[in-house]
Every structure is written in C-alpha cells, then in structure tokens.
C-alpha cells in the first residue's frame, strides 16, 4: 500500500470516531435471530460506527438447545468504518437435532424464546410467545 493511501486510511479511522478503548455497550438494544448455514446470527438492531464490533455473548449449545446470554458490545483493536450492527455467529452444534431445536436469548434479565425447525418444506425460524427484545431476521 503506498504511503500517502495508508496514512489517509489511518486518518479515516481516527475521524471516524471508532476509540477500541472507549466503546464496550453493555446495554444493548434490541436484537435480530437469523439463521445461516452453520449456526445462528445474532445482530444488533441499531448500528455502530465501526460495523465490526462483536456482540458478546455466552453460548451454550447442545444437541437440542441453545442458551445465549448477551454480555454487551466489544470493541476490536482495527475499526473498520462503517455503519454497522455488532454481531455473532453461535455455530450449530455437532448431532444437533434439526426437527425441533429450542432457542434462549437471556438479556438483562428478560427472556425471548425462538424455535427452529427442519422438515420437508424447508427450515422455519419463529418466535415462541411474544418476543420482548429480539425479533426473527434477516437484519
């Protein structure tokens, strides 16, 4: 990379007012459940101005659940520029049963419950009551 485009990409990054040290949102607002080919995506609504902060959460997965509770946004130390919701992949787990697979979201001390299942007409993705804080994507 020529000098004068590093130190513009550099300048960008400072201006754009992504501090790693100073962002850590552990009040996240709502959230967005999709599903992708090897696990859960799990987005925040809202957006942050370096579109690679993680959602930091707590998984535990087994073969017939997933429990995931929200910690908060992290920062990373390389910001890139953009408008962008944090965001995590929770992987599937290895056996996990496809016909009936429960979903948990804990977030400061609310609840949403999500069913995922797999049949002959394809996968549904839902909501098991009404949802408080997360809704089912895409983003």
Known sequence: MRPARLALLLLATALSGCDSAALYDDEVGDLVLSATDGGFLLQTEGEYACSNYPLVV?????????????????????????????????????????SEYEIVIDKGGRTDRFVYGCGVGGCVLAAVGEPEFTRVGPR
Do not use: H, L, W, Y
Not at 64 to 78: L, M, N, P, Y
């Open 58 to 98: 707590d998984a535990e997965v087994n073969r017939r659940s997933a429990k995931i509770e929200v910690e908060g946004v992290g920062a990373t130390d390389v910001c890139q520029p953009a408008p962008g919701p944090a965001g995590t992949e929770v992987p599937f787990a290895d056996g996990m049963s496809f």
